[in-house]
């Protein structure tokens, strides 16, 4: 396509903000702009207003979703009074666990072989491939390919289908992205509806004919406003093999931001409803649009039972090497799998595009003409200006024997005979001419193919799957096998990210784009998950001690769904809302503080809520007076509220209660405070802060700051900041800065540019606030735009181990702008850092000179590392982000972004939707012994796992009033250990009965035995667990459910487990997610 690199860039520019959906957009502008130039500016206003509404939209939907998991998880915690015959499942708690105050062992007991796992070492069996290796082959020049830009000539040889005959697969499809120019709704209404309507009457007219499906959230909306005639014609499609659904998620997820919790939650949700409605199972995923592709996503799908997989958007020098090696079918396997357990088959798409100019062959001129919709009348047109004609006896040969060429080309870049063809577009095939403009027309061409025998071609519609099953059947390989010993594929490692569809064009701003709605959306996953655990809980007591009357079980259920569901839909749009601090007014007498602690970790750790008058103090259920801090909320620079912060300690998945109590005595200890800022007006009257005052220590380590306005008023240097950590431990000093710097956007030049950050000379001069307490100390820089806190918890344990950093970011009055944090170290880290994958494993990154600034950005889910041979520094996050280290030391994080428009195109204006951003974070350094690791995978450590749990699942106060007419509420302890520390409780989700909706007696129990770094020291990390060599005795966890069956299942529950039918003693291994269909009662 001709489009200039203004476009490109402002292109990019909106393509950042949400994940699918905008691709549309951008499609649509795309042709506007070819077929009418001087419509853009006309269509950039009304868009404007689209998006704003867009916008709107989608925080009404958040705020009802955060409402609706409040409401659930009030409704559980008030199931507790009414439980009359006062031995309430609630009250069963041991007590005495919640009073403890840990008393740790000193080294977290680990035995020998779970530690082999980690430092296994890496080898390279023969035809694999290694994206990290690949990243170090390539050059990335960009020359230009003919017909196909970013490729090379295709030729072959008349003769070489002779002995075998070229099987082409043309797979109609249509992508429903849940809408961003319009909503989900009026996407249904005005488009997918008639998509699906049309689709029943015109598969049915030619038994040929075939579909795939994905989008389960539009498949399920339209299968609710359909009569049974109509579904059992889907169903009978369904079972002739005309109608495939692929993948079958609740969307099309993102792959770069997304938490593995919520791309398993939207699977799971889609896959239940395909097993209650169509019986369904699916056994191909088909990611087209996602912005670069991850292998935890190969492994999900993987372990939910699928066989095969396709994506599309890949580097676009990857796909040519990839062409020229053939090696764009393969085996995706995880870094970390020495055999072949994890294995799917992956093919990738060759082209630009996945519609139908870059779906036929190398030329997008050629296949343009063969996308009917595009014929002279229709509303659209070939932008290479040469239009489809429809197929008739008289030129059926040429046009079948231009086709054929192109599939032949194609089927070059592949290592079999058997070549795919997608047939599609966003929201294609909506009116029924279109479904005949596109089946007649290839009717006749593959008619005509099929008939003359000297062309030694088969060609036919089919779904994803039909194409994998006749690809295996071609190789010798079984339908759903593994990589047999004599596939032809490789093995490839690795993920695809950073995503460029053309010259420097990196999709690496989406990374960060919308931080506001990334924070939001981790923090309602949060919600959820405890919403699930707690009801699932809640619900198996029920049933083990009957059901009070007023326990809205049925409608919890309805609200779960909802809640999922909406989580489900904003994996595409990636929002997520920064919520602050629960707000408790405590305005009267006493009330009672529940503390739920969603972690399966006994977890002491700090509450904090705000409260009205700073006479106020708390106790323990029993009565004994707590520890507490009364600080300052400090609105602006002047104006403050108060909040109470005091250390709670709450058993693993249970609830603690706490009293607060008004009254003069006995007073919660206040905060001692210090401000220090230049003098207005006065630049050289610096204020010097001496020593003694210019750090704060816990029982772990002191940060030491460098305050001095002197040099920053003179020299505009950043030294108001962190300058080192100082270890308790061996006293060890430790040079880490932080920074804050500005990337300019307004052209692709000053992308390299990047400068301190610093307010301009008229601006508020920075004011430094130290704050001292007996709970927490912290020292706050206030900038222009950016709000950074630093703050150590007076605690010893698991929370006094790292450093928390916030930052309020608010760039609202800047264009152009990228606020970044960069961490600057004396890690001797070379040109190596470490980014995970949607939280779930560690990719080890190379930043590159050969690469542009951008491409050196990578998706940061939940952490980033770095590390030399003696130490490791980690950047836990609560929200995803982009990262990078772009010199040895460095650490850098994008933390907002704002960009306008700057020529005719309006998209850029979609970024600038900005709000004051709380983006919150974890700084971790660790010791362990001298090593050099070069391997393509990497653990986090015990401590840095735990970290993350705090900083992404922290303790859920709920206030409640201790009226006297209900019982008093005891501590709930649902298990009498803690998981072992390598084991996480990703969900314990209720499934949906057959019947009404409701929920049944079984719950899916999802597990994740985390990999971990055993060189790393465990000492005096104040953990409590243990681990158990991947082993979990469930009923011997619980203090007093009983587990009534336990059934191993795939991942979504579709399929048994080769496993065996039942376990008391789950056995996982390292890397492991295991679903187990659960009874409790
Ligand atoms: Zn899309």
Same mark, same amino acid.
């Given at each position: 396509?001709?489009?200039?690199?203004?476009?490109?860039?402002?292109?990019?520019?909106?393509?950042?903000?949400?994940?699918?959906? +905008?691709?549309?957009?951008?499609?649509?502008?795309? +042709?506007?702009?070819?077929?009418?130039?001087?419509?853009?500016?006309?269509?950039?206003?009304?868009?404007?207003?689209?998006?704003?509404?867009?916008?709107?939209? +989608?925080?009404?939907?958040?705020?009802?979703?955060?409402?609706?998991?409040?409401?659930?998880?009030?409704?559980?915690?008030?199931?507790?009074?009414?439980?009359?015959?006062?031995?309430?499942?609630?009250?069963?708690?041991?007590?005495?666990?919640?009073?403890?105050?840990?008393?740790?062992?000193?080294?977290?007991?680990?035995?020998?072989?779970?530690?082999?796992?980690?430092?296994?070492?890496?080898?390279?069996?023969?035809?694999?491939?290694?994206?990290?290796?690949?990243?170090?082959?390539?050059?990335?020049?960009?020359?230009?390919?003919?017909?196909?830009?970013?490729?090379?000539?295709?030729?072959?040889?008349?003769?070489?289908?002779?002995?075998?005959?070229?099987?082409?697969?043309?797979?109609?499809?249509?992508?429903?992205?849940?809408?961003?120019?319009?909503?989900?709704?009026?996407?249904?209404?005005?488009?997918?509806?008639?998509?699906? !309507?049309?689709?029943?009457?015109?598969?049915?007219?030619?038994?040929?004919?075939?579909?795939?499906?994905?989008?389960?959230?539009?498949?399920?909306?339209?299968?609710?406003?359909?009569?049974?005639?109509?579904?059992?014609?889907?169903?009978?499609?369904?079972?002739?093999?005309?109608?495939?659904?692929?993948?079958?998620?609740?969307?099309?997820?993102?792959?770069?931001?997304?938490?593995?919790?919520?791309?398993?939650?939207?699977?799971?949700?889609?896959?239940?409803?395909?097993?209650?409605?169509?019986?369904?199972?699916?056994?191909?995923?088909?990611?087209?649009?996602?912005?670069?592709?991850?292998?935890?996503?190969?492994?999900?799908?993987?372990?939910?039972?699928?066989?095969?997989?396709?994506?599309?958007?890949?580097?676009?020098?990857?796909?040519?090497?990839?062409?020229?090696?053939?090696?764009?079918?393969?085996?995706?396997?995880?870094?970390?799998?020495?055999?072949?357990?994890?294995?799917?088959?992956?093919?990738?798409?060759?082209?630009?595009?996945?519609?139908?100019?870059?779906?036929?062959?190398?030329?997008?001129?050629?296949?343009?003409?063969?996308?009917?919709?595009?014929?002279?009348?229709?509303?659209?047109?070939?932008?290479?200006?040469?239009?489809?004609?429809?197929?008739?006896?008289?030129?059926?040969?040429?046009?079948?024997?231009?086709?054929?060429?192109?599939?032949?080309?194609?089927?070059?870049?592949?290592?079999?005979?058997?070549?795919?063809?997608?047939?599609?577009?966003?929201?294609?095939?909506?009116?029924?001419?279109?479904?005949?403009?596109?089946?007649?027309?290839?009717?006749?061409?593959?008619?005509?193919?099929?008939?003359?025998?000297?062309?030694?071609?088969?060609?036919?519609?089919?779904?994803?799957?039909?194409?994998?099953?006749?690809?295996?059947?071609?190789?010798?390989?079984?339908?759903?096998?593994?990589?047999?010993?004599?596939?032809?594929?490789?093995?490839?490692?690795?993920?695809?990210?950073?995503?460029?569809?053309?010259?420097?064009?990196?999709?690496?701003?989406?990374?960060?784009?919308?931080?506001?709605?990334?924070?939001?959306?981790?923090?309602?996953?949060?919600?959820?998950?405890?919403?699930?655990?707690?009801?699932?809980?809640?619900?198996?007591?029920?049933?083990?001690?009957?059901?009070?009357? !007023?326990?809205?079980?049925?409608?919890?259920?309805?609200?779960?769904?909802?809640?999922?569901?909406?989580?489900?839909?904003?994996?595409?749009?990636?929002?997520?809302?920064?919520?602050?601090?629960?707000?408790?007014?405590?305005?009267?007498?006493?009330?009672?503080?529940?503390?739920?602690?969603?972690?399966?970790?006994?977890?002491?750790?700090?509450?904090?809520?705000?409260?009205?008058?700073?006479?106020?103090?708390?106790?323990?259920?029993?009565?004994?007076?707590?520890?507490?801090?009364?600080?300052?909320?400090?609105?602006?620079?002047?104006?403050?509220?108060?909040?109470?912060?005091?250390?709670?300690?709450?058993?693993?998945?249970?609830?603690?209660?706490?009293?607060?109590? =008004?009254?003069?005595?006995?007073?919660?200890?206040?905060?001692?405070?210090?401000?220090? =800022?230049?003098?207005?007006?006065?630049?050289?009257?610096?204020?010097?802060?001496?020593?003694?005052?210019?750090?704060?220590?816990?029982?772990?380590?002191?940060?030491?700051?460098?305050?001095?306005?002197?040099?920053?008023?003179?020299?505009?240097? !950043?030294?108001?900041?962190?300058?080192?950590?100082?270890?308790?431990?061996?006293?060890?000093?430790?040079?880490?800065?932080?920074?804050?710097?500005?990337?300019?956007?307004?052209?692709?030049?000053?992308?390299?540019?990047?400068?301190?950050?610093?307010?301009?000379?008229?601006?508020?001069?920075?004011?430094?606030?130290?704050?001292?307490?007996?709970?927490?100390?912290?020292?706050?820089?206030?900038?222009?735009?950016?709000?950074?806190?630093?703050?150590?918890?007076?605690?010893?344990?698991?929370?006094?181990?790292?450093?928390?950093?916030?930052?309020?970011?608010?760039?609202?009055?800047?264009?152009?702008?990228?606020?970044?944090?960069?961490?600057?170290?004396?890690?001797?880290?070379?040109?190596?850092?470490?980014?995970?994958?949607?939280?779930?494993?560690?990719?080890?990154?190379?930043?590159?000179?050969?690469?542009?600034?951008?491409?050196?950005?990578?998706?940061?889910?939940?952490?980033?590392?770095?590390?030399?041979?003696?130490?490791?520094?980690?950047?836990?996050?609560?929200?995803?982000?982009?990262?990078?280290?772009?010199?040895?030391?460095?650490?850098?994080?994008?933390?907002?972004?704002?960009? !306008?428009?700057?020529?005719?195109?309006?998209?850029?204006?979609?970024?600038?939707?900005?709000?004051?951003?709380?983006?919150?974070?974890?700084?971790?350094?660790?010791?362990?012994?001298?090593?050099?690791?070069?391997?393509?995978?990497?653990?986090?450590?015990?401590?840095?796992?735990?970290?993350?749990?705090?900083?992404?699942?922290?303790?859920?106060?709920?206030?409640?009033?201790?009226?006297?007419?209900?019982?008093?509420?005891?501590?709930?302890?649902?298990?009498?250990?803690?998981?072992?520390?390598?084991?996480?409780?990703?969900?314990?989700?209720?499934?949906?009965?057959?019947?009404?909706?409701?929920?049944?007696?079984?719950?899916?129990?999802?597990?994740?035995?985390?990999?971990?770094?055993?060189?790393?020291?465990?000492?005096?990390?104040?953990?409590?667990?243990?681990?158990?060599?991947?082993?979990?005795?469930?009923?011997?966890?619980?203090?007093?459910?009983?587990?009534?069956?336990?059934?191993?299942?795939?991942?979504? +529950?579709?399929?048994?487990?080769?496993?065996?039918?039942?376990?008391?003693?789950?056995?996982?291994?390292?890397?492991?997610?295991?679903?187990?269909?659960?009874?409790?009662?």
């Amino acid at each position: 396509m001709k489009l200039g690199r203004h476009f490109t860039v402002f292109g990019s520019a909106i393509f950042c903000v949400v994940v699918f959906s +905008l691709y549309l957009m951008l499609d649509h502008l795309q +042709l506007d702009h070819i077929n009418n130039p001087s419509n853009g500016e006309r269509f950039e206003n009304g868009q404007l207003g689209i998006l704003q509404d867009k916008i709107d939209h +989608l925080e009404r939907l958040l705020a009802e979703n955060n409402k609706i998991i409040a409401n659930i998880r009030d409704s559980v915690i008030n199931l507790r009074p009414s439980v009359k015959d006062g031995r309430g499942f609630l009250e069963a708690g041991n007590e005495s666990q919640v009073l403890v105050v840990p008393s740790a062992p000193l080294i977290v007991p680990i035995d020998l072989e779970d530690c082999q796992f980690s430092s296994q070492t890496y080898s390279k069996a023969a035809d694999t491939v290694q994206m990290l290796d690949v990243y170090d082959l390539l050059s990335f020049d960009n020359p230009d390919g003919g017909v196909w830009k970013q490729g090379f000539d295709i030729s072959y040889e008349e003769n070489e289908w002779d002995d075998e005959p070229l099987q082409v697969i043309v797979v109609p499809h249509s992508h429903n992205d849940p809408g961003w120019l319009k909503t989900f709704d009026d996407y249904y209404r005005d488009q997918t509806q008639h998509i699906l !309507n049309n689709m029943v009457v015109k598969l049915h007219e030619d038994k040929r004919r075939k579909m795939i499906w994905s989008e389960i959230s539009y498949f399920s909306k339209w299968w609710d406003n359909i009569d049974h005639q109509k579904k059992d014609a889907v169903k009978k499609l369904i079972e002739r093999g005309q109608l495939e659904i692929a993948t079958g998620g609740w969307v099309m997820p993102d792959e770069a931001n997304t938490h593995y919790f919520a791309l398993i939650d939207q699977l799971l949700e889609g896959h239940q409803w395909l097993e209650r409605n169509l019986g369904v199972k699916p056994r191909t995923g088909w990611a087209v649009d996602p912005f670069g592709h991850s292998p935890t996503q190969a492994y999900l799908l993987k372990q939910a039972g699928l066989s095969n997989m396709l994506i599309q958007r890949v580097h676009y020098s990857v796909k040519k090497h990839f062409a020229s090696q053939k090696t764009l079918e393969f085996f995706w396997r995880q870094n970390w799998d020495q055999q072949s357990s994890t294995d799917i088959l992956c093919h990738m798409m060759p082209f630009y595009s996945y519609d139908v100019p870059h779906t036929c062959g190398p030329d997008p001129k050629i296949c343009c003409q063969f996308d009917f919709k595009r014929l002279p009348g229709g509303r659209i047109s070939c932008p290479w200006r040469v239009p489809p004609q429809a197929i008739t006896d008289d030129n059926v040969q040429q046009r079948a024997l231009m086709l054929l060429d192109q599939y032949r080309k194609k089927s070059k870049l592949y290592r079999t005979k058997v070549v795919l063809v997608p047939l599609g577009d966003d929201f294609r095939y909506t009116e029924a001419q279109e479904w005949d403009q596109q089946f007649n027309n290839y009717q006749k061409l593959f008619d005509y193919m099929n008939s003359h025998p000297e062309l030694h071609v088969q060609a036919q519609f089919g779904t994803i799957s039909d194409y994998f099953e006749i690809l295996r059947k071609n190789v010798g390989m079984d339908k759903v096998g593994m990589s047999v010993g004599l596939s032809p594929f490789p093995v490839l490692s690795g993920d695809f990210f950073t995503y460029a569809d053309r010259d420097d064009h990196y999709w690496s701003g989406y990374f960060t784009s919308r931080p506001f709605y990334k924070q939001l959306d981790r923090t309602l996953e949060s919600h959820l998950r405890a919403a699930e655990i707690l009801y699932s809980l809640a619900f198996a007591s029920v049933q083990k001690f009957g059901k009070p009357n !007023n326990y809205p079980a049925a409608e919890n259920y309805k609200l779960l769904t909802a809640a999922r569901r909406n989580l489900g839909l904003f994996q595409h749009h990636d929002a997520i809302t920064g919520t602050g601090k629960d707000w408790v007014v405590v305005d009267y007498g006493t009330r009672a503080l529940v503390v739920y602690n969603p972690s399966e970790q006994t977890r002491t750790s700090v509450i904090s809520i705000y409260v009205t008058t700073p006479h106020v103090h708390v106790l323990t259920a029993h009565g004994q007076l707590v520890n507490a801090q009364i600080s300052a909320v400090w609105e602006d620079v002047s104006h403050a509220s108060t909040e109470l912060s005091f250390v709670a300690s709450v058993p693993p998945l249970g609830l603690a209660v706490y009293q607060l109590c =008004k009254g003069a005595e006995p007073q919660s200890e206040l905060a001692h405070y210090m401000f220090l =800022k230049p003098a207005l007006g006065h630049v050289k009257t610096i204020l010097m802060v001496t020593d003694g005052n210019n750090n704060i220590l816990n029982a772990s380590f002191s940060l030491e700051f460098l305050i001095n306005f002197d040099l920053w008023m003179s020299e505009g240097r !950043n030294v108001l900041l962190l300058q080192t950590l100082k270890l308790k431990e061996d006293g060890s000093k430790h040079s880490i800065k932080v920074e804050f710097l500005c990337y300019g956007t307004t052209s692709k030049k000053d992308k390299s540019g990047a400068y301190l950050f610093l307010p301009d000379g008229e601006a508020m001069p920075a004011v430094i606030r130290v704050t001292k307490g007996p709970v927490f100390s912290e020292v706050t820089t206030t900038f222009t735009h950016v709000t950074h806190t630093l703050r150590l918890y007076n605690i010893h344990g698991v929370n006094g181990q790292a450093v928390e950093i916030s930052n309020s970011i608010d760039i609202r009055g800047e264009f152009n702008r990228e606020i970044a944090m960069r961490i600057t170290s004396d890690l001797n880290s070379k040109d190596r850092f470490f980014t995970d994958l949607n939280g779930f494993q560690v990719q080890p990154r190379r930043s590159m000179t050969k690469l542009p600034l951008q491409a050196n950005f990578y998706p940061m889910t939940s952490m980033a590392y770095l590390e030399d041979s003696g130490r490791r520094l980690t950047l836990l996050t609560a929200q995803s982000l982009g990262a990078t280290s772009l010199r040895s030391g460095q650490l850098e994080v994008i933390m907002d972004r704002r960009l !306008n428009q700057d020529d005719n195109r309006g998209l850029g204006q979609g970024v600038l939707d900005n709000k004051i951003t709380a983006n919150s974070f974890r700084l971790l350094l660790e010791l362990f012994n001298s090593r050099e690791n070069t391997a393509p995978f990497s653990y986090p450590s015990l401590l840095s796992h735990i970290s993350y749990m705090y900083l992404n699942h922290p303790f859920m106060p709920i206030v409640t009033s201790l009226d006297s007419t209900v019982l008093a509420l005891a501590p709930y302890s649902p298990l009498s250990s803690p998981f072992p520390c390598d084991i996480h409780l990703v969900n314990l989700r209720t499934i949906q009965s057959q019947v009404e909706g409701g929920p049944s007696e079984q719950a899916a129990l999802i597990l994740h035995r985390k990999g971990f770094d055993c060189s790393i020291s465990t000492k005096n990390t104040g953990l409590l667990c243990r681990t158990t060599g991947g082993k979990i005795h469930l009923e011997k966890l619980l203090t007093e459910l009983k587990v009534i069956s336990l059934i191993p299942v795939s991942l979504s +529950l579709m399929h048994q487990s080769p496993r065996g039918p039942v376990e008391q003693e789950i056995n996982l291994k390292p890397m492991e997610i295991c679903t187990y269909r659960v009874h409790l009662a």
